[in-house]
């Protein structure tokens, strides 16, 4: 069992930079892939970025590539994403999961990035 606090979201100026943390419970941590997704108000959630247990793989969406990068400290127990150059459209609650092979099982609550033009 896994439990995620997503955190480091607020508003913010297009243009500007936010990092999202996300913390797990568990001793289980390193063996999870994670992963980051976004829901935007009447759209569906989206796949943003994730990450193997290693770290040595990184995945994005075109939409944030080149502008969010994912990371984690497993002896943190702490998944990041570091977003910048943010703009209006990235808007949205974003989460954190963990998972095996891109199936997540685990969810945090989300928290809430707002980009003001």
């Known amino acids: 069992q896994v439990q995620l606090v997503e955190s480091g979201g607020g508003l913010v100026q297009a243009g500007g930079s936010l990092r999202l943390s996300c913390a797990a419970s568990g001793r289980t941590f390193s063996r999870y892939d994670m992963g980051w997704f976004r829901q935007a108000p009447g759209k569906e959630r989206e796949f943003v970025a994730a990450?193997?247990?290693?770290?040595?793989?990184?995945y994005y969406a075109d939409s944030v590539k080149g502008r969010f990068t994912i990371s984690r400290d497993n002896a943190k127990n702490t998944v990041y994403l570091q977003m910048n150059s943010l703009k209006p459209e990235d808007t949205a609650v974003y989460y954190c999961?963990?998972?095996?092979?891109?199936?997540?099982?685990?969810w945090g609550q989300g928290t809430q990035v707002t980009v003001s033009p």
């Open positions: 990450i193997r247990w290693s770290g040595g793989s990184t």
């Open positions: 999961a963990a998972g095996v092979a891109d199936t997540y099982a685990y």
